[in-house]
């Protein structure tokens, strides 16, 4: 994986990973924040809510109580009880009660329904101006209801008939005589909750409302439509008086619930709010925030990814260039299109690549001229003791009067020198062997020995250039080597054809073969022999080497000798057509 695959591997987690981190702890906190706020909120409403229903539950508690001290109920007891009392002060009395009782009506605007006076003594029952008696039986039931409820003229009582189809709530108190503080009478407020209810409700499409009984009777809900078979009223009666925050299931749905005592009467006002209708807002928050981090990671990532680019993009070019530079191509240069850093890199980089090339050209050059002088050099190493010996004879021989054998000596010898003289390095494989057999006759003649040259060359291959004095050399080893038996007739046969992309030349002697280790002693130096045999001091070794300098080190030559069995000599060389494809091959 490049660089650049790593680091885009690498900076997408860094950057998506952080954000969702981020986001999603601002989603929770504003959550949570969210949630506290609302559950503050519901808590401040329940209470609100409250204290206005005490307001006029505790406006009718009052009111109760001061009627019960009323001095028009007094004075209509007192003159009831008179026996001079004639009818018409009777409905003057009963006027001023029922003024008394249509005020206190009219002041609560129909929140109380009905108000009722019985008095227990005389079976009277009054209801706004309208008198009328009831029976024993009936007077001894409210009695026992009165010793139920264990009413006092002290106090009041608020009464929930869960029962009652109509007129549910009433609030009851004793009125009693002014002397001896006797129980005469009972007060009776019918309470119509529909109607004083809705004014204090805050009723929303997220909240509900509860008044309720210390028994868990409701009193009102402001929905008006509670299923009671799915409310979980143990959860609801098990709250406390005083709560908030708590967590109550109606079907489906969790609610907050809100615990407010009423200050007046024992009951309670519980608040439930839809959690999910107050946080239904922050729901798709999540998805939001998924969103806007995706979209701002996108956003960053291409950000960072066009500076990535901008720095990652001469690094690359940079790069290449230096990696086809080490694969050879000497000439390619990068860039110089920058004027920042990199631009003064690349800029290096081309200063380093042109002395690298100047270099390597100056080597090149430098190794040529070596080679070209070393080359020279072996081939101009002509033997003065053989030249010098050669002439000895022809000075003999001429003193002799044998001057045929003077110019058979001669003519080769003037032949070699001529080739030695030649600025030509090399000639074609039939004029080498040429040479060989004008080498074979000089020594012919000097040792008067009968040495005898066979030679197997196709065209192509005698065509084929070589450097000059390459198979010579074979051709004295094989004369000092091989021939040291006189009873051996010398042969020295030359084969060469061309196979494929190579040209194979072989030279093989009869004479009586070499060791291994006189391979290896002959491929190393030459000694061992009168150096008066010697035409030149090139020697074996220096006939690979030359193979070698002049075409590459995978062509040279292989011995393969057993002793009494000869010596042949393989030379591998490359099979150039013409002198533009041997350059190639240099």
Same mark, same amino acid.
């Given at each position: ?54 307001? /006029? ?5 009052? *009111? ?72 024993? %039986? ?43 503080? /006797? ?31 210390? +028994? ?41 619930? +809100? ?106 050059? +430098? ?26 004879? *022809? ?7 044998? %001057? ?38 000089? &020594? ?27 198979? /010579?050399?074979? %051709? ?12 051996? %007739? ?34 190393? +130096? ?11 001091? &090139?020697? *074996? ?20 000798? /057993? ?24």
């Amino acid at each position: 994986m490049s660089i650049r695959n790593r680091f885009l591997a690498l900076l997408l987690p860094l950057l998506l990973v952080p954000m969702l981190i981020i986001g999603f702890s601002s989603y929770r906190q504003y959550r949570d924040s969210l949630e506290d706020r609302s559950k503050a909120s519901a808590q401040t409403i329940a209470q609100s809510q409250m204290e206005r229903i005490d307001g /006029q539950l505790g406006m009718m508690d009052t *009111v109760i109580t001061q009627l019960k001290y009323s001095s028009n109920l007094k004075n209509y007891h007192s003159f009831r009880s008179s026996p001079d009392i004639d009818s018409q002060t009777n409905y003057r009395m009963i006027q001023y009660v029922d003024v008394e009782l249509n005020g206190i009506l009219n002041n609560f605007s129909g929140s109380i329904r009905e108000m009722g006076l019985i008095w227990l003594d005389s079976n009277l029952y009054f209801q706004r101006g309208n008198a009328k008696a009831f029976t024993a %039986a009936e007077r001894d039931k409210i009695c026992e209801q009165i010793e139920t409820l264990k009413l006092t003229p002290n106090e009041n009582k608020w009464i929930f008939d869960a029962e009652a189809d109509a007129n549910p709530v009433t609030l009851v108190t004793l009125f009693a005589n002014g002397y001896n503080s /006797q129980p005469i009478g009972v007060i009776v407020f019918w309470i119509d909750m529909n109607s004083l209810m809705p004014r204090y409700y805050n009723k929303t499409a997220s909240q509900r409302s509860l008044l309720m009984t210390p +028994e868990g009777n409701i009193v009102m809900d402001s929905w008006r439509e509670l299923d009671s078979a799915l409310c979980p009223w143990e959860d609801i009666l098990a709250l406390p008086n005083r709560c908030s925050g708590y967590d109550v299931r109606i079907g489906n749905v969790l609610y907050w619930a +809100e615990s407010v005592p009423s200050s007046v009467n024992g009951w309670r006002l519980v608040l439930l709010s839809d959690r999910d209708a107050v946080l239904g807002d922050v729901r798709g928050i999540p998805y939001t925030i998924f969103l806007g981090a995706v979209a701002c990671c996108m956003v960053m990532f291409v950000s960072v990814l066009l500076l990535f680019n901008m720095i990652y993009r001469p690094i690359r070019e940079l790069s290449r260039t230096m990696q086809r530079f080490g694969e050879g191509d000497l000439s390619i240069r990068a860039k110089e299109n920058r004027r920042d850093e990199f631009g003064l890199l690349m800029s290096k980089y081309n200063e380093m690549a042109n002395r690298i090339e100047q270099g390597k050209s100056q080597l090149i050059r +430098e190794q040529d001229e070596k080679k070209a002088i070393e080359y020279k050099f072996l081939n101009a190493q002509v033997m003065p003791h053989f030249l010098m010996n050669t002439l000895l004879t *022809v000075k003999v021989l001429a003193k002799r009067g044998r %001057a045929k054998q003077v110019e058979g000596l001669v003519r080769p010898l003037i032949d070699l020198l001529r080739v030695v003289n030649s600025p030509q390095l090399k000639v074609p494989l039939g004029e080498e062997v040429q040479y060989v057999r004008n080498y074979v006759d000089i &020594i012919k003649t000097r040792y008067q020995t009968p040495i005898t040259v066979s030679t197997e060359i196709t065209p192509e291959a005698a065509a084929q250039e070589i450097p000059k004095f390459l198979l /010579q050399p074979l %051709a004295e080893n094989s004369i000092l080597h091989g021939f040291v038996e006189e009873s051996i %007739a010398p042969l020295i046969s030359i084969t060469a054809y061309v196979e494929g992309e190579l040209l194979l030349i072989t030279m093989a002697d009869n004479g009586c073969g070499m060791t291994d280790s006189q391979i290896a002693n002959l491929m190393s +130096e030459d000694a061992g022999h009168s150096k008066s045999l010697k035409f030149s001091g &090139i020697g *074996v070794m220096n006939v690979g080497k030359r193979i070698q300098l002049e075409y590459g080190t995978q062509y040279g030559i292989l011995f393969e000798s /057993q002793l009494g069995y000869g010596t042949k000599v393989l030379i591998r060389l490359p099979y150039l057509k013409d002198e533009k494809l041997a350059d190639q091959g240099k």
